[in-house]
């Protein structure tokens, strides 16, 4: 059995070391990434608000042009439930908070400095089919929260000694690979104030998916065809957790629809489901490309009050007289 440590330092980083091979190193530190971009930074130089999830796509593009305070005014009155008409310099109320309707990333910030005190350091787990969609989200929700972010599928491999290596570990020794996931999840479901971007192996067994009830699960449901373009024209790779990667789009789509197949009964067990078309919807894009980053942010955030509300009348009922 292939055993993971994970060791979290004094707020610094944590160590991995595999039975038999090297050990590795990685520095973590917390996602305070700048807002006008820089070195390794997920978040481009372009104003946030027209950020987009891809940077490049195959899919076909008739986006509406709208200027950004209207665009801006559309997402808040959206979230809001209203339906009146603002101009970019008024101010909306979200759960109390006064935010500026023109700047997406300060409702944001506001928003996740509102629900951090609820959450009491609970972790959040994204689930879903793997894409560069899910780490850019779970990036940004990390520094919204001032949470840690973690990639189950990279510490896997780091500990393996390479994406390589691990995609032959898998090939010859399943069991031992499906293993080493569970010791990863086993080690970041003990920690507090994470968001973790989980790969399909967290939701493809049960005890997997019992270590994910130690947080918020979240999915992040993105449409097949739309992570196979990318796939394809960028030439990304999968984690090694899902064997072969490259080939026509026909083929790439057939192999995104078998492990979504798979991990599908998973997907359905998280807490809450956050869809990409349906954030387009509810912000009345005609195209999907036009949802950004923190669109998909504020649904997410959207959706942990509700749970902790939740939770907090469930806590209520549950009290005696």
């Known amino acids: 059995m292939?055993?993971?440590d994970?060791?979290?330092?004094?707020?610094?980083?944590?160590?991995?070391?595999v039975c038999g091979c090297r050990k590795i190193e990685a520095v973590v530190s917390p996602f305070r990434y700048k807002s006008g971009g820089g070195r390794g930074s997920f978040i481009s130089r372009?104003?946030?608000r027209c950020r987009r999830l891809q940077t490049h796509t195959a899919l076909p593009t008739s986006i509406l042009r709208l200027s950004s305070s209207s665009i801006a005014n559309r997402k808040a009155r959206a979230l809001l439930n209203d339906d009146t008409t603002a101009s970019s310099d008024v101010e909306f109320k979200m759960m109390g908070v006064a935010v500026e309707a023109s700047d997406p990333s300060l409702i944001l910030k506001k928003m996740a400095a509102q629900i951090s005190p609820e959450l009491k350091g609970t972790s959040v787990f994204l689930v879903g089919i793997n894409s560069s969609i899910k780490p850019n989200l779970g990036k940004l929700l990390a520094e919204a929260l001032r949470y840690y972010f973690f990639d189950s599928d990279e510490l896997v491999e780091e500990a393996a000694g390479g994406k390589s290596t691990a995609r032959l570990l898998m090939e010859r020794d399943e069991k031992g690979f499906r293993e080493s996931e569970t010791e990863v999840l086993k080690q970041l479901s003990s920690m507090g104030r994470l968001v973790v971007c989980a790969g399909n192996g967290a939701v493809q067994s049960a005890a997997n998916l019992a270590l994910l009830r130690h947080g918020i699960s979240v999915w992040i449901d993105v449409p097949l065809d739309m992570v196979a373009r990318e796939i394809v024209q960028d030439n990304n790779q999968l984690p090694a957790s899902e064997s072969a990667t490259s080939?026509?789009?026909p083929e790439v789509f057939t192999q995104l629809t078998t492990v979504y197949e798979k991990s599908q009964s998973g997907y359905t067990a998280a807490d809450s489901i956050?869809?990409?078309p349906k954030v387009a919807s509810k912000l009345g894009y005609e195209d999907l490309v036009e949802v950004t980053v923190e669109d998909m942010a504020l649904e997410v955030l959207n959706e942990l009050q509700r749970l902790t509300r939740v939770k907090k009348m469930m806590e209520a009922a549950a009290r005696p007289f």
């Open 6 to 17: 994970i060791i979290q330092g004094a707020g610094a980083g944590l160590r991995l070391g």
């Open 46 to 48: 372009r104003s946030s």
């Open 2 to 4: 292939a055993m993971v």
């Open 247 to 249: 080939g026509s789009y």
């Open 274 to 276: 956050v869809s990409l």
